[in-house]
C-alpha cells in the first residue's frame, strides 16, 4: 500500500474532488482538505461526530478464529471461483469489498486474481487494520495491492465514480445507489446472503438472530432500480462444531450483542450439529 495507490481509489467526503498523495502519510483534494493515513496502513474518512456502531476488536477476535478453522472456506472458495469465472471482457482490475471485516474473502479472491488491486472497506477501524494487514500490506511502500477505507456505507462514500470492475458485499449492509455509482459500465455486484435454514439450530435456543423470511426476493426487489440479477449459487452443510466453535460463531456477529457465548453455547451439546447456508448472488450493472 502506498498513498500514492490509495488516492487513486478516492475522492473528498467534504467536496467530492479528487484526492491525491500528499506525503508519504496524508492524502488531500485540490480544495485543501487532507486526511492522515494510518501508519498501519488505511484512512479514515467517516464524517461528523455521532456514535456509530461497528464490529468490536473481540468480535473481529472471534471472527478471526472461526474463519480460519476453516468452516465457511467452501464458501471463500466458491465467491472467489465466482468472481474469477467473469468473462475476460469483464474481469476484475479493481476490487472494491465493502463490509471488508477482517478480510478473510478478499483473501480469498486476491489469490485467484493476484494482479487486481483492492479496497478493503469497513466501518470498523479494527477491522480495517486486519484487512489489510492479512493482504500483505505494508505502510509508505508498493509491497501488496491491498488498500484500506473507514468509511460508513450508509453515507455518500469518498470513492471515485466507476472506479471498481467488482463490488463484494459478504452479509454486510447494502448501499445501491453507492454502489452503482463506484462500478464502472458492465460492472458486477456480488452479493452474500444467509439462507433461511442458516444457523436454524441455534436459533432454535435463542443464540442467534432470525433471518428474514424472503431474504432472496426482498434483496432483489431492493437492488432492481439499479442492478439485474445474473446468477444464484445456494450452499449448504451441517457443521460438527466443538463448543468453543460454536462460542466463536455466536460471538462473531450481530448475534453477540444478544446473546452471552461463552456460557450459553456451552449449555446444550445439540449446538454441534450447526447448519451453515448461503447465497451468492451475481448483479450486472444496469445503465451507462
Known amino acids: 500500500m502506498s498513498t500514492q495507490t490509495l488516492s487513486a481509489w478516492l475522492r473528498c467526503p467534504n467536496c467530492f ?8 502519510l496524508t492524502v488531500a483534494c485540490a480544495n485543501g482538505h487532507s486526511f492522515d493515513v494510518n501508519k498501519r496502513g488505511f484512512v479514515n474518512m467517516v464524517a461528523g461526530s455521532r456514535r456509530l456502531t461497528f464490529d468490536s476488536a473481540a468480535m473481529l477476535d472471534a471472527r478471526d478464529s472461526f474463519l480460519e478453522a476453516g468452516w465457511y472456506s ?35 479472491v486476491q489469490e485467484l486474481l493476484p494482479d487486481s488491486a483492492f479496497l478493503a472497506v469497513d466501518l470498523s477501524p479494527s477491522a480495517v487494520a486486519r484487512a489489510v ?6 505502510v509508505g511502500v508498493s509491497v501488496g495491492n491491498v488498500d484500506g477505507l473507514v468509511a460508513n456505507v450508509w453515507s455518500p462514500l469518498p470513492i471515485k465514480d466507476q472506479c471498481a470492475d467488482l463490488v463484494l458485499n459478504v452479509f454486510a449492509p447494502r448501499n445501491a445507489s453507492e454502489f452503482h455509482r463506484i462500478l464502472r459500465p458492465r460492472g458486477t455486484l456480488m452479493v452474500v446472503i444467509p439462507q433461511e435454514e442458516h444457523l436454524q ?19 432483489v426487489e431492493a437492488l432492481s432500480a ?3 440479477l445474473q446468477s444464484t449459487t445456494r450452499l449448504s452443510t451441517v457443521m460438527s462444531l466443538s463448543p468453543p466453535a460454536v462460542a466463536a ?4 456477529g450481530p448475534s453477540s450483542h444478544h446473546a452471552q457465548a461463552d456460557t ?6 445439540t449446538h454441534k450439529g450447526v447448519t451453515a447456508a448461503f447465497e451468492i448472488l451475481s448483479f450486472s450493472r444496469l445503465g451507462t
Not at 204 to 217: E, I, M, N, T, Y
Not at 249 to 252: E, F, K, P, S
Request: proline content about 6%.
Open 133 to 138: 494487514r492479512s493482504g500483505g500490506v505494508g
Open 201 to 219: 439450530e441455534l436459533r432454535a435456543f435463542g443464540l442467534a438472530l432470525d433471518v428474514q423470511p424472503d431474504k432472496h426476493r426482498h434483496l
Open 249 to 252: 460463531l455466536i460471538a462473531m
Open 74 to 108: 467452501e464458501l471463500r472458495a466458491t465467491l472467489a471461483a465466482t468472481a474469477a469465472a467473469l468473462s475476460p471482457a469483464l474481469s476484475p482490475a479493481s476490487v472494491i469489498d465493502i463490509g471488508c471485516g477482517t478480510g478473510y474473502y478478499l483473501r480469498g
Open 264 to 269: 450459553r453455547a456451552d449449555a446444550s451439546p
Open 226 to 228: 439499479h442492478f439485474a
Open 17 to 24: 474532488q479528487r484526492m491525491s498523495a500528499r506525503g508519504p
